[in-house]
Structures are given as structure tokens and as C-alpha cells.
């Protein structure tokens, strides 16, 4: 019994070893009793200097008030997320995020265990940028339209209903009022929202794009309002994107993946034109219009409860949903006509056209990732195509496996030999790129050496 408990005590020590987060575990009288190498590269110490010793040891900034890991233990309820910010014995600031968990044992706490995401690199690259777009914004002042490369005409397309809402979007533009903007990935949106600045009456003023699912959730808010001095340690008087955007157009993509709290404070800025930096009373006024880009539709997005039902409506007073390319069959020959003429003036080609198989596989192709997917799939057969028409054998690598099954259904229905034709191809093609070695090829195929090594019996034969 006693050497099955050490062997756990090991193996649970080998495993957190290797998880590649900060693991800090302390006993009831606040000793350290875990602490991985994770955790000492977060903190800026070694291992020896935390393992066995107290947590006032290691960390001389922390009281029984401000560690987590104490707080845990004295009330026994875990804590999420949460910010902290201390010095180490040498000095320096860590500034961690921290979820705390106690540890029972037949209902008696015995501890608690903190796992550590390094926090300072991502605000110290998140306040780098912010003071990037400041210094960008003072030095276009007077040149007023630096930060918008795309117009409204840049969005290419012969498709009725969608020359029919960029005509709207044009329109619309003059208005101060919010916007809601829905498409898939690639369809276009940051294009779209930045043709409608330039034809607002805002277009000398800064337009600022924020992606909101690129920012950790705990420093969104700050990004978004700014920061006071003196809100957590080290913080300065900061200008956030509201502030920095003033005059001119806010656009946040990907508003779903906002926190719903965070949300809340969005909806009062939209309603009174007034935010507070963090850690601050006062309210400072801004004239910002806000542009709001989705990539999943507002419905999935209500029923899940990504999007608050109020800011939803204050949102929702223009909405424009971009079509996917599949849903705007004629777009796909215009477009990759244009694209063609586009790369012929990078690359300095003569390109003429595609062939009619290309023309009927982009035709019945689903383009998941829409005019990106599409303006790429060319850029890359321009790059390789050395005739006058790009071609099949032009294609993407990944994109051949479809194009092969789409030629051969049109000549055979036969589902069990056009499975077998492909499978063989691919199978061919794998102990090509591995140079004939059977272990890389079943990986490269995602299914077991002993499944490989049948299927090809199986061929042989």
C-alpha cells in the first residue's frame, strides 16, 4: 500500500511536470509543496526557491489577504480568473492570471493548487500596441485616410443582391448609428466595414479595427477603455480604443467572443457616448461610431447566450449580411477572372484564362473559406502554372483529393470504385511524400500502420 502511494505521488508529479501551465501547490500553513519548472519561468525564480519554503518566502509582496492560494484555503471556495500581481525575492513583478482550486481530502482541506497563465507578456504587448496606434493616429492627422486601404468599390461582385447592399452600405455611411455586420470567414467584412468609413462623413477621422477574439477576456476592457493610473501595479494614465478612435469609426470583429460583463459596459458607452478608463470615476466623452462584425449568425449566437439580447438591439439598427461566395454562383468565374488579371501585374504573367474542367470544379467547389479561399487557391496556381490556362494539375494539394472525386462521379456513379481510385491515389501519394516509409505514410493518412500495410496488400494483389 505504502509503495503504491509513492508510485501515485510520483506518477502525478511526472504529469504535472509536463502540463505547460503554471502548477503551484502549497499545503494549510502555506508551504510550497509542488511548484513545476512553468511556474519558475512565469515568477522569474528556480525551483529551489519556492519548493519547501513559504509562500512570504518566495514572494515577499503577498499577504494573507492578497494570495490567492491563502484566500482559497481560508474560505475554501475556488477562484477563476483572476488577475494578481506580486514581486519576487529579486525585485521583479509577475503578473499572472490564476485560477485556485482548494484540495480536500474526506471534506478537510489539506491546500489548494493555482494554475498560472503568464500574464505581463500579453499586457506588455497589448499596451506596445496600443501606444503603436496612438503614435499612428497623431502622425496621420492630416493625412486623413492612412488606415483605410479598401473603398466600397473594392468589394468586386456582379451579383445583384450584392450590388444592391453595397448601394445601401453607401447610403448609410452618412449615418452616426451603429452597425451589425454578418458573414462567414472570408466573405469579406473588414473590407466592407472599411468602405463604409471611407463613404461616411468620418473618413478623415481614425478608423480602428479590433479583433475582440485576439485579446485575452482580462485585458479587453482596459484595450477597449483605457487605463488609470494606479488601477493594478505599474498602471499608467492610458488611452484605450474608444478614446484613440474618437471622431472617427471603432470596428470590433468577432463580437460574440466578447465577455457578456464586458458587453454590458459596451451597450452604456453606445447609449451615452461616455466610457471610464479602468480604475477611474471619471467619465470621459467620445464620438465614436461602432461597427460590430460577426462570423456565426446574431440568432446562434443569441440562443447560446454569446450576445446580449440589449446590445443586440442597440446594434441592430442597420444590419448587413454578406452572401458566401456558393450563394453567389456568378461571382466565382467574375472573380477569379479578376484575381487572375490581379496576380498576371504582381507576378508579371500573361495568364489568359482556366481550362473548362478548372472552370467546372471551382463551379461546384463550396469555397468554406469564401473570396480569401478563392483569391488564394489562385495566387498559389499562378505561382506554379507554367501554360497559358491555369489547369487541374494546377491545383492545391489539398484541394486535388475533391477535384479528382468530381471528375470521376461525372464519369462513374460506382461508389465502391471511385472510393477505391481515390483511396489508392491518396495512398500512392502518401509513400511518395515519405519516400516510401510506411510509418510516415499511415500518418500522413491518419490511420494505422497495420491499416496501410493491409490496403496495400489488398492493391498488390
Not at 56 to 67: K, T, V
Not at 178 to 207: D, M, W
Amino acid at each position: 500500500m505504502v509503495q503504491l502511494t509513492v508510485l501515485t505521488q510520483e506518477v502525478l508529479s511526472a504529469i504535472l511536470k509536463t502540463i505547460d501551465e503554471g502548477i503551484h501547490v502549497v499545503n494549510t500553513e502555506g508551504k510550497t509543496i509542488f511548484y513545476n519548472e512553468v511556474a519558475a519561468r512565469h515568477d522569474g525564480m528556480e525551483v529551489k526557491e519556492v519548493q519547501g519554503k513559504h509562500l512570504f518566502d518566495a514572494f515577499p509582496s503577498l499577504s494573507e489577504n492578497s494570495s490567492t492560494l491563502l484566500r482559497v484555503i481560508k474560505t475554501g471556495k475556488p477562484i477563476y480568473n483572476q488577475t494578481q500581481v506580486y514581486v519576487n525575492i529579486h525585485g521583479k513583478q509577475i503578473d499572472t492570471i490564476n485560477t485556485t482550486l482548494p484540495i480536500f481530502l474526506e471534506k478537510e482541506i489539506i491546500g489548494a493548487v493555482e494554475i498560472a497563465k503568464d500574464y505581463s507578456r500579453m499586457k506588455q504587448l497589448a499596451e506596445s500596441l496600443l501606444d503603436l496606434q496612438r503614435n499612428v493616429n497623431k502622425n496621420n492627422k492630416k493625412k486623413t485616410l492612412k488606415n483605410v486601404i479598401y473603398t466600397l468599390q473594392d468589394l468586386k461582385s456582379v451579383n445583384p443582391v450584392f450590388i444592391s447592399m453595397k448601394e445601401e452600405a453607401g447610403k448609410l455611411a452618412k449615418s452616426d448609428s451603429p452597425i451589425l455586420v454578418y458573414g462567414e470567414s472570408g466573405t469579406g467584412k473588414e473590407l466592407f466595414v472599411q468602405g463604409i468609413h471611407h463613404a461616411s462623413y468620418r473618413a478623415n477621422g481614425p478608423f480602428i479595427a479590433q479583433n475582440c477574439a485576439a485579446i485575452p477576456e482580462t485585458l479587453l476592457e482596459s484595450i477597449l477603455f483605457g487605463t488609470a493610473k494606479g488601477s493594478y501595479t505599474g498602471a499608467v494614465e492610458r488611452k484605450g480604443l474608444f478614446e484613440l478612435a474618437d471622431s472617427g469609426t471603432l470596428f470590433l470583429d468577432e463580437l460574440h467572443t466578447m465577455p457578456i460583463e464586458l458587453q454590458a459596459k459596451l451597450l452604456r458607452v453606445l447609449e451615452d457616448g461616455m466610457v471610464r478608463r479602468v480604475g477611474s470615476a471619471q467619465n470621459i466623452s467620445v464620438d465614436v461610431r461602432v461597427i460590430a462584425a460577426m462570423n456565426v449568425h446574431p440568432n446562434h449566437a443569441l440562443q447560446n447566450q454569446k450576445l446580449r439580447s440589449d446590445l443586440y438591439y442597440r446594434l441592430n439598427v442597420f444590419t448587413f449580411s454578406l452572401l458566401p461566395i456558393r450563394e453567389r454562383k456568378e461571382d466565382i468565374l467574375f472573380l477569379t477572372n479578376y484575381f487572375i488579371q490581379f496576380f498576371n501585374k504582381k507576378l508579371q504573367k500573361g495568364i489568359k484564362g482556366i481550362e473548362q474542367k478548372l472552370e467546372s470544379f471551382f463551379m461546384s467547389h463550396p469555397w468554406p473559406g469564401n473570396v480569401r479561399e478563392l483569391k488564394h487557391t489562385i495566387e498559389y496556381m499562378m505561382n506554379v502554372c507554367e501554360d497559358e490556362l491555369l489547369l487541374m494539375e494546377d491545383l492545391p494539394i489539398m484541394m486535388k483529393p475533391q477535384a479528382v472525386i468530381n471528375e470521376k462521379v461525372e464519369k462513374n456513379l460506382s461508389l465502391r470504385k471511385n472510393v477505391e481510385e481515390l483511396e489508392g491515389q491518396l495512398i500512392t501519394h502518401a509513400l511518395k511524400l515519405s519516400n516510401g516509409n510506411i510509418n510516415q505514410a499511415a500518418k500522413l493518412l491518419e490511420i494505422p500502420r497495420q491499416t496501410l500495410q493491409y490496403k496495400l496488400k489488398k492493391i498488390r494483389e
